[in-house]
């Protein structure tokens, strides 16, 4: 067996897990051999920086994740082991090279979007309807038009709390923490959301 296989055997030993950090080393994949670390205990995985990593079915394992970091992981499309992931509340695919966010709409529980620096030529399409979204982050997509009026938007999402389109990248990525504390002060906040919005988008695109 690979040593990324017998890594993750291992790794199932532990019962106790929660999260799991493998940034920059070189998976390729997560095997489905003995069913590798299928135990619900973890819900934080972060994958980033693994450009040669292979979606399938392993993802899948991960039962009880709620938050999922891939960026940098040269994705050409979100694959159906990530949409199959139900309890996810944050996702991170930023700078993956996607141009669609195909069947995304089936985390309904999702929360935290961040999908920065991406070639999104419009707000994609799975992403609107996604009415549990609270904070979307589509900073650094230089290419993104709206091809929606904004009403419309602010009615496909509509416990949104923060919305950000800057064609410049955001320095510091917000962390599960932060975007659960700025969701929660939406109400003080952001109580005239068509205002903020329309404050956002002439910031982005003056």
């Not at 938050?67 to 509340?89: D, E, I, Q």
């Not at 929360?111 to 589509?138: H, K, W, Y």
Request: glycine share 6%.
């Amino acid at each position: 067996s690979s040593l990324t296989e017998r890594m993750f055997v291992l790794l199932k030993s532990i019962p106790t897990l929660e999260e799991l950090v493998c940034d920059g080393c070189g998976i390729k994949e997560i095997p489905m051999a003995g069913n590798c670390l299928a135990s619900p205990t973890v819900k934080k995985l972060s994958i980033n920086n693994n450009p040669d990593m292979v979606f399938k079915k392993g993802l899948g394992l991960f039962h009880g994740l709620e938050h999922l970091s891939m960026r940098r992981c040269n994705m050409p499309c979100v694959s159906s082991a990530v949409t199959g992931l139900v309890n996810l509340k944050y996702l991170d695919i930023s700078n993956n090279g996607l141009v669609e966010c195909n069947n995304l709409g089936k985390l309904k529980s999702l929360e935290t979007l961040i999908a920065a620096q991406n070639p999104f030529p419009c707000v994609p399409r799975d992403i609107v309807g996604m009415s549990s979204l609270r904070v979307i982050d589509l900073s650094g997509c230089v290419y993104l038009e709206f091809n929606s009026s904004l009403g419309h938007l602010m009615d496909a999402w509509p416990q949104l709390a923060r919305l950000d389109v800057r064609k410049q990248p955001a320095t510091v990525r917000h962390t599960a923490a932060t975007a659960n504390a700025m969701a929660n002060t939406s109400k003080i906040r952001y109580q005239t959301a068509s205002t903020h919005w329309l404050a956002l988008l002439r910031a982005a695109w003056p």
